[in-house]
Protein backbone atom coordinates (compact mmCIF):
# COMPACT_ATOMS: atom_id res chain seq x y z
CA UNK A 1 0.00 0.00 0.00
CA UNK A 2 1.13 3.72 -0.82
CA UNK A 3 -0.09 6.90 0.28
CA UNK A 4 -0.32 9.80 -2.31
CA UNK A 5 -1.33 13.31 -1.89
CA UNK A 6 -4.48 15.30 -3.97
CA UNK A 7 -6.21 18.73 -4.27
CA UNK A 8 -9.75 18.72 -5.38
CA UNK A 9 -8.90 22.41 -6.79
CA UNK A 10 -11.32 25.68 -6.36
CA UNK A 11 -12.71 25.65 -9.85
CA UNK A 12 -13.98 21.83 -9.03
CA UNK A 13 -15.24 22.42 -5.72
CA UNK A 14 -17.37 25.83 -6.26
CA UNK A 15 -18.78 24.07 -9.61
CA UNK A 16 -20.25 21.38 -7.04
CA UNK A 17 -17.65 18.19 -8.82
CA UNK A 18 -16.14 17.54 -5.26
CA UNK A 19 -18.67 14.55 -4.81
CA UNK A 20 -18.07 12.92 -8.26
CA UNK A 21 -14.63 13.18 -8.10
CA UNK A 22 -14.40 11.88 -4.83
CA UNK A 23 -16.54 8.97 -6.12
CA UNK A 24 -14.19 8.43 -9.12
CA UNK A 25 -11.25 7.95 -7.12
CA UNK A 26 -12.80 5.46 -4.39
CA UNK A 27 -14.62 3.57 -7.54
CA UNK A 28 -10.84 3.29 -8.99
CA UNK A 29 -9.63 1.92 -5.65
CA UNK A 30 -8.55 4.86 -3.75
CA UNK A 31 -9.22 5.04 0.59
CA UNK A 32 -9.32 7.99 2.46
CA UNK A 33 -7.15 8.16 4.69
CA UNK A 34 -7.39 11.85 5.76
CA UNK A 35 -9.60 14.82 4.14
CA UNK A 36 -10.49 18.86 4.87
CA UNK A 37 -11.85 21.79 3.46
CA UNK A 38 -9.25 24.68 3.38
CA UNK A 39 -9.03 27.82 2.15
CA UNK A 40 -5.30 27.99 1.05
CA UNK A 41 -3.17 31.28 2.37
CA UNK A 42 -1.26 33.09 -0.26
CA UNK A 43 1.84 31.79 1.49
CA UNK A 44 1.05 28.30 1.55
CA UNK A 45 -0.22 28.12 -1.98
CA UNK A 46 3.35 29.82 -2.93
CA UNK A 47 5.31 27.41 -0.83
CA UNK A 48 3.28 24.53 -1.97
CA UNK A 49 4.04 25.36 -6.06
CA UNK A 50 7.76 27.16 -4.89
CA UNK A 51 8.72 24.13 -7.79
CA UNK A 52 7.27 26.52 -10.08
CA UNK A 53 8.48 30.15 -8.55
CA UNK A 54 10.05 30.25 -12.07
CA UNK A 55 7.51 29.76 -14.59
CA UNK A 56 5.34 32.25 -16.40
CA UNK A 57 2.27 31.22 -14.72
CA UNK A 58 2.73 31.00 -10.64
CA UNK A 59 1.47 33.91 -9.60
CA UNK A 60 -1.90 33.09 -11.76
CA UNK A 61 -1.40 29.47 -9.80
CA UNK A 62 -1.16 30.79 -6.99
CA UNK A 63 -4.06 33.36 -7.56
CA UNK A 64 -6.65 30.09 -8.55
CA UNK A 65 -5.35 27.99 -5.89
CA UNK A 66 -5.96 30.51 -3.15
CA UNK A 67 -9.75 32.29 -4.72
CA UNK A 68 -11.78 29.87 -2.88
CA UNK A 69 -12.01 26.40 -0.54
CA UNK A 70 -10.49 23.27 -1.56
CA UNK A 71 -10.30 19.60 -0.43
CA UNK A 72 -7.17 18.24 0.46
CA UNK A 73 -6.71 14.55 0.96
CA UNK A 74 -4.42 12.02 1.65
CA UNK A 75 -5.11 8.74 -0.16
CA UNK A 76 -3.82 4.77 -0.04
CA UNK A 77 -3.98 2.22 -2.65
CA UNK A 78 -1.49 -0.53 -4.37
CA UNK A 79 0.63 2.28 -6.82
CA UNK A 80 -1.51 5.38 -5.62
CA UNK A 81 1.13 7.92 -6.83
CA UNK A 82 0.87 6.32 -10.29
CA UNK A 83 -2.73 4.92 -10.07
CA UNK A 84 -3.51 9.28 -9.42
CA UNK A 85 -1.97 10.25 -12.37
CA UNK A 86 -3.73 8.61 -14.44
CA UNK A 87 -7.02 8.91 -12.84
CA UNK A 88 -6.19 12.09 -13.34
CA UNK A 89 -5.47 12.85 -16.91
CA UNK A 90 -3.08 14.99 -18.53
CA UNK A 91 -2.53 18.44 -17.03
CA UNK A 92 -3.92 19.97 -19.91
CA UNK A 93 -7.58 18.76 -20.51
CA UNK A 94 -7.72 18.92 -23.68
CA UNK A 95 -5.59 16.00 -23.89
CA UNK A 96 -6.70 14.49 -21.25
CA UNK A 97 -7.74 10.51 -21.69
CA UNK A 98 -11.61 9.81 -21.51
CA UNK A 99 -12.95 9.35 -18.21
CA UNK A 100 -10.43 11.13 -16.35
CA UNK A 101 -11.06 13.13 -13.83
CA UNK A 102 -9.63 16.41 -16.13
CA UNK A 103 -11.40 15.33 -18.93
CA UNK A 104 -14.69 15.22 -17.35
CA UNK A 105 -14.62 18.23 -15.25
CA UNK A 106 -11.49 20.61 -16.07
CA UNK A 107 -12.06 24.09 -17.67
CA UNK A 108 -8.40 24.60 -18.90
CA UNK A 109 -5.33 23.64 -18.49
CA UNK A 110 -4.50 26.37 -15.00
CA UNK A 111 -8.20 25.28 -13.58
CA UNK A 112 -8.12 21.52 -14.22
CA UNK A 113 -9.66 20.12 -11.07
CA UNK A 114 -7.55 18.16 -9.37
CA UNK A 115 -3.83 18.05 -8.22
CA UNK A 116 -1.93 14.61 -7.22
CA UNK A 117 1.82 14.13 -6.05
CA UNK A 118 4.15 13.35 -9.16
CA UNK A 119 6.55 11.29 -7.30
CA UNK A 120 6.36 9.03 -3.87
CA UNK A 121 9.27 11.08 -2.76
CA UNK A 122 7.11 14.38 -3.54
CA UNK A 123 3.97 12.68 -1.81
CA UNK A 124 5.80 12.08 1.22
CA UNK A 125 6.51 15.80 1.28
CA UNK A 126 3.02 17.11 0.37
CA UNK A 127 1.55 15.17 2.96
CA UNK A 128 3.55 16.55 5.86
CA UNK A 129 2.95 20.23 4.14
CA UNK A 130 -0.87 19.61 5.05
CA UNK A 131 -1.49 16.76 7.57
CA UNK A 132 0.24 15.88 10.77
CA UNK A 133 1.56 12.20 11.61
CA UNK A 134 -1.73 11.50 13.55
CA UNK A 135 -3.86 12.62 10.84
CA UNK A 136 -1.58 10.11 8.55
CA UNK A 137 -1.58 6.74 10.92
CA UNK A 138 -4.76 7.14 12.92
CA UNK A 139 -7.08 5.30 10.69
P1 LIG B 1 0.33 18.62 -12.90
O1 LIG B 1 1.36 17.81 -12.17
O2 LIG B 1 -0.36 17.84 -14.00
O3 LIG B 1 -0.66 19.28 -11.96
O4 LIG B 1 1.08 19.80 -13.69
P2 LIG B 1 2.35 20.72 -13.31
O5 LIG B 1 3.04 20.25 -12.07
O6 LIG B 1 3.16 20.86 -14.55
O7 LIG B 1 1.68 22.16 -13.04
C1 LIG B 1 1.06 22.44 -11.81
C2 LIG B 1 -0.22 23.18 -12.08
O8 LIG B 1 0.07 24.45 -12.69
C3 LIG B 1 -1.17 22.51 -13.09
O9 LIG B 1 -1.95 21.49 -12.52
C4 LIG B 1 -2.00 23.69 -13.56
O10 LIG B 1 -3.00 24.06 -12.58
C5 LIG B 1 -0.94 24.79 -13.63
N1 LIG B 1 -0.31 24.86 -14.95
C6 LIG B 1 0.53 23.97 -15.55
N2 LIG B 1 0.94 24.37 -16.77
C7 LIG B 1 0.33 25.57 -16.97
C8 LIG B 1 0.34 26.51 -18.05
O11 LIG B 1 1.01 26.32 -19.07
N3 LIG B 1 -0.41 27.65 -17.89
C9 LIG B 1 -1.15 27.89 -16.77
N4 LIG B 1 -1.85 29.04 -16.70
N5 LIG B 1 -1.18 27.04 -15.72
C10 LIG B 1 -0.47 25.88 -15.82
Known amino acids: MQKTFSIIKPDAVKSGKAGNILA ?19 SQAEGFYAVHAERPFYGSLVKFMTEGPVILMALEREDAVKKLREVMGATNPANAAEGTVRKLYAESIERNAIHGSD ?21
Open 24 to 42: LLESNGFRIVALRMAKLSQ
Open 119 to 139: APETAAQELQYFFNNIELSQL
